[in-house]
């Protein structure tokens, strides 16, 4: 979309990548780097020669660390920072939005549930700035790929179908294609459980134990996530999509996912502190999972996996006694939905 006035803040792997899909879009880019080293480092190399190597910034592309110089006459703003962070950031956007108009368009990139509040990215967006157009984009969809310009297909989902489709027109692209919905709740839930479903499949990498195990994780996985999501509002369809069992899949399958690598690692005796310093990267599965568990409780939904990945975080217990305990559960039938 030519003209368009784009501010990513954010410029760890994803958000390199996604100013270099808006750029090669068209779009006038601004990236934003939490402090001015790395602003500079950034304006000087032009890559991340470590977590994104190859994937070259164009010098038209604006590099700040000043939030006011990034989002000043934004027409859309890319939030592409950890979970964790998404509310420091949107304090430090507010300030510089104006009350007397719409303002840009939000997109939300994180995947996660904010721990105290059980909140999904989009509420505590709206609850810092309430009002706001927000708008979330999900799905398989590696940083490392999309920055070199392999195909890829994510989904947008929007309060309404105007901003879905202009987020789409924008993103769209010959190797990147883009889908709408209006289940952002359900997109949301996708993304944040599907971290957390990831760091048991790499438990089930790092124990050896093969692609039957692997296969069954995902596919319960796949159902855990549904159930909760339903349980909170969300379309059934929506989890066997994109955001669902399509992101599932690539964060399950692939060494590009921080989640799946930690998994490994836990899977091999590390502890999550030991695997989170080898990572060196934010595992935001970690920091889904207890999130995850409590909503379950609230919502009264059975998710036996959430339940043995935060056992195995937080309360130490061994990886092949949480496999064990899950494979040795009473017999259950495949889905109540059917009947006899």
Request: net charge negative; glycine share 10%.
């Amino acid at each position: 979309m030519d003209n368009l006035d784009v501010a990513v803040i954010g410029s760890g792997s994803w958000g390199i990548a996604l100013a270099w899909r808006l750029y090669k879009n068209g779009a006038n880019v601004t990236l934003w780097a939490r402090n001015e080293k790395n602003a500079e480092k950034l304006r000087t190399d032009r890559e991340d020669k470590d977590k994104l190597p190859g994937v070259i910034l164009d010098q038209n592309i604006t590099i700040t660390s000043e939030m006011e110089e990034a989002i000043k006459g934004k027409d859309m703003i890319v939030l592409t920072v950890p979970s964790v962070a998404i509310r420091e950031v949107c304090n430090k956007i507010k300030p510089y939005l104006s009350d007397e108009d719409e303002g840009p368009i939000i997109v939300n990139c994180a995947k996660g549930i904010e721990e105290d509040t059980l909140m999904l990215m989009s509420d505590v967006i709206l609850d810092v700035l309430p009002g706001r157009d927000v708008t979330v984009l999900s799905g398989p969809s590696h940083a490392e790929e999309v920055g070199k310009g392999l195909p890829t297909t994510i989904v947008v989902g929007a309060f309404s179908k105007e901003s879905a489709l202009k987020v789409q027109n924008a993103f769209m692209a010959d190797e990147f294609r883009v889908y709408t919905s209006p289940d952002m709740l359900g997109i949301e839930i996708g993304a944040a459980l599907k971290n957390v479903v990831a760091l048991a499949a790499g438990v089930i990498d790092g124990l050896g134990y093969g692609d039957n195990a692997k296969a069954a994780l995902i596919t319960r996985g796949i159902a855990e996530m549904s159930r909760l999501g339903v349980a909170m509002g969300g379309n059934f369809e929506t989890f066997s999509g994109l955001s669902g069992l399509g992101d599932l899949v690539v964060t399950c399958a692939s060494m590009h996912s921080r989640n799946r690598r930690a998994g490994i690692l836990l899977g091999q005796g590390k502890s999550m502190q030991e695997a989170l310093d080898e990572v060196k990267m934010v595992v935001e599965g970690v920091n889904s999972a207890a999130a995850a568990l409590k909503l379950a409780q609230k919502y009264e939904t059975e998710m036996p996996i959430v339940e043995k990945v935060n056992e195995v975080l937080f309360e130490g217990k061994n990886t092949k006694e949480a496999v064990n305990e899950l494979m040795t559960r009473e017999g259950k039938t495949e889905n109540e939905v059917l009947v006899w």
